[in-house]
């Protein structure tokens, strides 16, 4: 969406060449016509990473979560009060602890860990459920008065696949999962209500015979609703919808969204949303290739009780008016000096962070990254940094400090996913080379890393510098899906090295899309370490 100001300077511009506006006259129809700008938004929402999407709306503001799996902190939580520009404003925790994979021990939680998380609001307190796809099997409750400020763990109790938090009008509360079962809590939230309602639900029948997930259920007119994707064998992923007069069922179903936007498969999972003034909007992501599966918006109209998403063909719109009165753009990967005594809430770590191995202190202005346990790969590596990648096309630049790597260690700036492309910086005994990679790891059923298939691109022997700058491209626009890097030793020219990457997504490892990674990790002993001067990102729009 572009920017009011350059709109306005772009308008007056072209007025300015029109000799019969006055200066006023020109200033007046530049500003009608950023404001006639400002009042539309081109889908996707955001184009980047934000899938298993839930949106509740409380008071001015909206609320979304999404899932972020193996990244920590996790869960992220956002607001809106235009549905269109959103701030990320907390995660549901900073660590998971239940079992050592996350720590990368004894295996990974590549894929797994937190997905599908459901919000809700009861009587003045925010509550957030998920269910990691990871053993042990469990859900997690979290709870806050206000997710601006973080969120406690309320209750730990068993595992629902893809669920929905709902309660009723009575104030009992129940859990739809994606299997299609419905099941009672206590009143307190604290596990399964002993006596209470426990049941399979009438959604399945001949044509629902694959996928059948991602739960969202509300209630409308004195009906239930419960939203979840098909994807029946043969056929196309489509956002289904079944209500009833009873929460128990009988369950009757309709399709309300079935549709390819902009070339990309696979519209379909989200939930569906309202605002203060009575309209209904669809928030549904689209998978988008190796940047991931990011969210759309589109209206959604109630025809004959059945929440109908789309414009009037069924589609969801390239651009839209804005429901809401526009507020101010805050980005969703940001630039870091790392100058701050925190982190900036944009950044993940790769599982969970040792503490001790990292620093914002140690050096001022800088952020260190310490070799910790001796590792073969960046896959194996613990505290890998990163941020999102955005489309149409984005750019990030890091500027590190390598001379107190020690021998064996392995640092840089990657492309990362489970098929990865690294600018890795080498030291062995006295040679530092700079190296362009291509990785492909592999995983067993407990997600270890069984091995990683390298191949190197492009190389460069260093010598005895002490700084270098690394640079990558990212292209994800219809049939690119590309990574290109650079690197300088002044930051002004910049040299390619190696060859593009052909990213991608697989839903069998990662399951997620592509990062930016900053990584240092040891092969032989732990010791040394790097310090990050700064990452620049930038996101271009063309």
Same mark, same amino acid.
């Given at each position: 969406?572009?920017?009011?100001?350059i709109?306005l300077?772009?308008?007056?511009?072209l007025?300015?060449?029109v000799?019969?506006f006055s200066?006023v006259e020109?200033?007046?129809?530049?500003?009608?016509?950023? @404001?006639?700008q400002?009042?539309?938004f081109?889908?996707?929402?955001?184009? %980047?990473? +934000?899938p298993?999407? #839930?949106?509740? *709306? /409380?008071?001015?503001y909206?609320?979304?979560?999404?899932t972020?799996?193996?990244l920590?902190p996790?869960?992220?939580?956002?607001?809106?009060k235009?549905?269109?520009?959103?701030e990320?404003?907390?995660?549901?925790?900073?660590?998971?602890?239940?079992?050592?994979?996350?720590?990368?021990e004894?295996?990974t939680?590549?894929?797994?860990g937190?997905w599908a998380?459901s919000?809700?609001?009861?009587?003045?307190?925010?509550?957030?459920?998920?269910?990691?796809?990871?053993?042990?099997?469990?859900?997690?409750?979290?709870t806050?008065?206000?997710?601006?400020? @973080?969120?406690k763990?309320?209750?730990?109790?068993n595992?629902?696949?893809? %669920?929905? +938090?709902?309660?009723? #009008?009575?104030d *009992? /509360?129940?859990?739809?999962?994606?299997?299609?079962?419905?099941?009672?809590?206590?009143?307190d939230?604290t596990g399964i209500?002993?006596?209470?309602?426990?049941?399979?639900?009438?959604?399945r029948?001949?044509?629902?015979?694959?996928?059948?997930?991602?739960?969202?259920?509300?209630?409308?007119?004195g009906?239930?609703?419960l939203?979840?994707?098909?994807?029946?064998?043969?056929?196309?992923?489509?956002q289904?919808?079944y209500r009833a007069?009873?929460?128990?069922?009988?369950?009757?179903?309709?399709?309300?969204?079935?549709?390819?936007?902009?070339?990309?498969?696979?519209?379909?999972?989200?939930?569906?949303v309202?605002d203060?003034?009575?309209?209904?909007?669809?928030?549904?992501?689209?998978?988008?290739?190796a940047?991931?599966?990011?969210p759309?918006?589109?209206?959604?109209?109630?025809i004959?009780g059945?929440p109908?998403?789309?414009d009037?063909?069924?589609?969801?719109?390239?651009?839209?008016e804005?429901?809401?009165?526009?507020?101010?753009?805050?980005?969703?990967?940001?630039s870091d000096?790392?100058s701050?005594?925190?982190l900036k809430?944009?950044?993940?770590?790769?599982?969970n962070?040792?503490?001790?191995a990292?620093s914002?202190?140690?050096r001022?202005?800088?952020?260190r990254?310490?070799?910790n346990?001796?590792?073969?790969?960046?896959?194996e590596?613990?505290?890998t940094?990163?941020?999102?990648m955005?489309?149409?096309?984005?750019?990030?630049v890091?500027?590190?400090?390598?001379?107190?790597m020690?021998?064996?260690?392995?640092?840089?700036?990657?492309?990362?996913?489970?098929?990865?492309?690294?600018?890795e910086?080498a030291?062995?005994?006295?040679?530092?080379?700079?190296?362009?990679?291509?990785?492909d790891?592999?995983?067993?059923?407990?997600?270890?890393?069984?091995?990683?298939k390298?191949?190197?691109?492009?190389?460069i022997?260093l010598?005895?510098?002490?700084k270098?700058?690394?640079r990558?491209?990212?292209d994800f626009?219809?049939g690119?899906?590309?990574a290109?890097f650079?690197?300088?030793?002044?930051?002004?020219?910049?040299?390619?090295?190696?060859?593009?990457?052909?990213?991608r997504?697989?839903?069998?490892?990662?399951?997620m899309g592509t990062?930016?990674?900053?990584?240092?990790y040891a092969?032989?002993?732990?010791g040394?370490?790097?310090?990050?001067d700064?990452?620049?990102?930038?996101?271009?729009?063309?």
């Amino acid at each position: 969406m572009m920017n009011k100001n350059i709109i306005l300077k772009l308008s007056l511009g072209l007025l300015a060449a029109v000799s019969h506006f006055s200066y006023v006259e020109a200033v007046e129809v530049a500003r009608s016509e950023a @404001g006639k700008q400002a009042a539309t938004f081109t889908n996707p929402v955001m184009w %980047a990473d +934000l899938p298993d999407p #839930d949106v509740i *709306r /409380v008071g001015d503001y909206f609320y979304m979560v999404s899932t972020t799996m193996h990244l920590m902190p996790g869960a992220p939580i956002m607001r809106s009060k235009d549905l269109v520009n959103w701030e990320l404003v907390s995660y549901l925790f900073d660590k998971l602890t239940d079992t050592p994979k996350y720590d990368m021990e004894g295996g990974t939680v590549y894929g797994r860990g937190q997905w599908a998380t459901s919000i809700r609001y009861h009587k003045g307190k925010f509550y957030a459920l998920f269910s990691p796809n990871d053993a042990p099997f469990r859900s997690y409750i979290y709870t806050t008065d206000d997710p601006a400020k @973080g969120w406690k763990l309320h209750a730990r109790m068993n595992h629902f696949h893809d %669920a929905s +938090l709902f309660f009723d #009008d009575d104030d *009992r /509360v129940y859990v739809f999962s994606g299997t299609g079962k419905l099941t009672e809590l206590k009143p307190d939230l604290t596990g399964i209500k002993e006596g209470g309602v426990d049941v399979t639900l009438n959604v399945r029948d001949s044509e629902e015979n694959g996928l059948l997930e991602g739960s969202r259920a509300l209630k409308y007119n004195g009906k239930y609703y419960l939203l979840m994707i098909s994807w029946p064998n043969g056929g196309k992923r489509r956002q289904l919808c079944y209500r009833a007069d009873k929460i128990t069922g009988p369950y009757e179903k309709k399709v309300i969204l079935c549709d390819n936007y902009a070339g990309f498969p696979y519209v379909g999972q989200g939930t569906i949303v309202d605002d203060a003034n009575g309209n209904w909007y669809g928030w549904i992501f689209q998978d988008r290739g190796a940047v991931g599966r990011v969210p759309t918006l589109s209206p959604c109209k109630w025809i004959d009780g059945w929440p109908i998403i789309g414009d009037k063909d069924g589609h969801v719109p390239a651009t839209m008016e804005l429901p809401l009165e526009a507020q101010p753009e805050i980005p969703l990967v940001v630039s870091d000096d790392f100058s701050k005594k925190q982190l900036k809430i944009n950044w993940q770590w790769n599982h969970n962070p040792v503490d001790e191995a990292w620093s914002l202190t140690e050096r001022k202005g800088f952020l260190r990254l310490k070799t910790n346990k001796v590792v073969n790969s960046v896959f194996e590596a613990r505290n890998t940094l990163t941020q999102r990648m955005e489309g149409p096309k984005c750019s990030g630049v890091v500027v590190m400090d390598i001379k107190n790597m020690k021998d064996g260690d392995r640092a840089g700036f990657s492309a990362f996913n489970d098929h990865a492309g690294l600018l890795e910086v080498a030291r062995d005994g006295n040679s530092t080379v700079l190296s362009m990679k291509e990785e492909d790891v592999s995983l067993d059923n407990d997600k270890r890393v069984t091995g990683v298939k390298s191949k190197t691109c492009g190389q460069i022997d260093l010598g005895k510098a002490e700084k270098i700058y690394l640079r990558v491209d990212a292209d994800f626009r219809l049939g690119h899906d590309l990574a290109t890097f650079y690197y300088s030793m002044d930051g002004k020219r910049w040299t390619k090295l190696g060859n593009d990457l052909k990213m991608r997504f697989d839903f069998r490892k990662f399951f997620m899309g592509t990062k930016f990674g900053i990584f240092n990790y040891a092969t032989k002993a732990s010791g040394g370490y790097v310090d990050i001067d700064s990452f620049n990102y930038e996101k271009i729009n063309n």
